[in-house]
């Protein structure tokens, strides 16, 4: 006689339900997780994505922000000759005109520049938002 128990029909059948009840779960679970997966891996993307544009925005104002810097030392460096020639205009008396159009000249470079440091303000803000 063989000494190893007997499973009855029943049991079987029981048995093969519960299998395949947690075999579904189971397949739910991994579809599940493969969905995740996915979606992570698209968010992933555009995150990355947004890391280049944004990577090239800041390139674009480091840029610009150096030729501000090399447009107002130039226009610093033009004012400092005004005003020396100015002073040396003073010194020597000269006419009345050329000191006005140094004046004018200062005025109008100073004006640019303030010009130029406001937009490079509100790009800054504009970037910040």
């Given amino acids: 006689m063989d000494n190893k128990p007997e499973i009855n029909r029943e049991e079987l059948i029981r048995l093969q339900g519960v299998f395949s009840l947690n075999l579904d779960n189971m397949l739910k679970k991994v579809n599940a997780l493969i969905t995740k997966n996915r979606g992570l891996n ?48 003073e010194k020597n008396t000269t006419n009345i005109r050329d000191k006005e ?21 509100d790009q800054v803000q504009d970037f910040e938002d």
């Fill in 42 to 89: 698209d968010e992933n993307h555009q995150l990355k994505e947004s890391i280049k544009d944004l990577n090239n925005k800041i390139t674009e104002l480091k840029l610009q922000l150096n030729k501000i810097n090399s447009d107002t030392l130039f226009k610093e460096k033009e004012i400092s000759d005004l005003k020396n020639m100015l002073l040396s205009t």
């Fill in 101 to 121: 159009f140094v004046r004018s000249r200062l005025k109008e470079l100073i004006s640019r520049i303030d010009v130029h440091l406001e937009q490079y303000e």
